[in-house]
């Protein structure tokens, strides 16, 4: 077993010290790095054997490819063959941040990080430490998120330690994560450019900034979900296929089950928390003598509790319910950055069944009812 060192950021980072963890991490040390989406298992991209080491980390399966992270642009070559003309619009709007742009692998970059795929994924993170690390280490670095392959991903050190103590070299300590739900990726390989995995950065948000229309292709996202896959024969559906018709991911969050607990997640479904409220009651009986644990504002919740108060069934319900609750009405900003750890809370609070919150499919709501309905699903 390996001895995981935390090491807390402090208000100035401590830049001898960060070299030193920069200089394992282009050796083949793995790194917990803060991130402004998720914390991820940073290690250095160049080295074949450190790829594998981090797939089997996690226990992620080898066809999910990983995201590429770099300082600036100036690296860029390093990863990529080919820079697609869009590139530089959409780095100036979103770079450093959590856009993450699917490009032409360069021959530099293993194969086991792309899964085979003639494409890479890069990234600029935004958040201090994590470009201090970037550019004291001078390398690629690949880092998916740092959690056990499936599970709700970090926000938090502490989760982190969770799931790679033991594991890993270092942990930074750097606080909670700013957005709480991973970046946006966005296909430039693809005519329209085209989302693969959604995150705060929408195709809305994308065409007011840039006036670069994207396509947010449900039927891929649809796919991933395992709801409706694309028509047959379908540009989506061809590209996402090897030789032999096997779907292959071109972009982490796909193809697996992913963002789950251990606790079974059902959506209360509405538009505000009287229909929210209204729709758990109706799903009542599929909630009686289980431990049930809440997520959602304490609006909805206090809704609720009223509610079942006043209905003789729904007392043991609200009795052995666990709540993790964010103060207000919903709010699709608050909810996304809590998501994860409301699950992780309720998790420990050994809950059977999570109830979470709907929202429209707008704004901060398109990666957080993504990451919902990804972790409600069931094989």
């Known amino acids: 077993m390996i001895e995981t060192r935390l090491i807390t950021i402090g208000e100035t980072i401590d830049e001898e010290e960060l070299a030193q963890v920069a200089a394992a991490l282009v050796k083949g040390a793995l790194v917990g790095m803060p991130t402004e989406t998720v914390y991820g298992l940073a290690g250095n991209a160049f080295l ?129 994560c700013d957005l709480g739900v991973e970046s946006t990726v966005l ?79 059902f959506i209360a479904r509405g538009n505000d928390e009287e229909q929210r409220s209204d729709y758990i009651i109706a799903a009542i009986a599929q909630l009686l003598e289980k431990k049930s644990g809440f997520f959602g504002s304490e609006a909805t919740f206090n809704l609720l509790a009223k509610k079942l108060t006043a209905e003789q069934d729904g007392l043991p319900v609200l009795n052995n319910m666990v709540t993790y609750l964010y103060p207000g009405s919903g709010d699709d900003k608050i909810a996304t950055h809590e998501l994860f750890s409301a699950f992780r809370a309720l998790d420990k609070a050994g809950v059977e069944i999570i109830i979470a919150e709907e929202f429209p499919h707008i704004n901060y709501g398109v990666a957080y009812m993504n990451r919902l309905e990804r972790a409600a699903e069931r094989e």
């Open 187 to 265: 296909d430039l390989t693809s005519d329209p450019p085209r989302i693969l995995r959604p995150g705060v950065i929408t195709a809305d948000l994308i065409r007011q900034r840039t006036g670069i229309s994207v396509a947010d292709d449900q039927s891929i996202l649809a796919k991933a979900a395992r709801v409706v896959p694309a028509s047959p024969g379908s540009e989506a559906e061809r590209s996402l296929q090897d030789s032999e018709g096997t779907w292959i991911p071109r972009s982490p969050g796909q193809k697996y089950r992913h963002y789950s607990p251990r606790a079974k997640v």
């Open 48 to 176: 074949p054997e450190v790829v594998t080491r981090i797939f089997t980390v996690k226990g992620r399966p080898q066809d999910n490819p990983l995201i590429v992270h770099l300082y600036d642009k100036s690296q860029i070559e390093q990863v990529v063959s080919e820079i697609p003309a869009l590139f530089p619009i959409l780095y100036e709007a979103f770079c450093p941040g959590p856009l993450t742009m699917v490009m032409p692998k360069s021959p530099l970059i293993p194969d086991q990080v792309s899964a085979g795929l003639d494409t890479a994924a890069v990234r600029f993170p935004a958040q201090r430490t994590a470009r201090a690390l970037l550019r004291l280490a001078n390398v690629p670095v690949v880092a998916p998120s740092g959690n056990l392959s499936g599970g709700p991903s970090p926000t938090k050190a502490e989760h982190m330690l969770d799931d790679m103590r033991g594991k890993i070299e270092y942990i930074l300590d750097d606080g909670p």
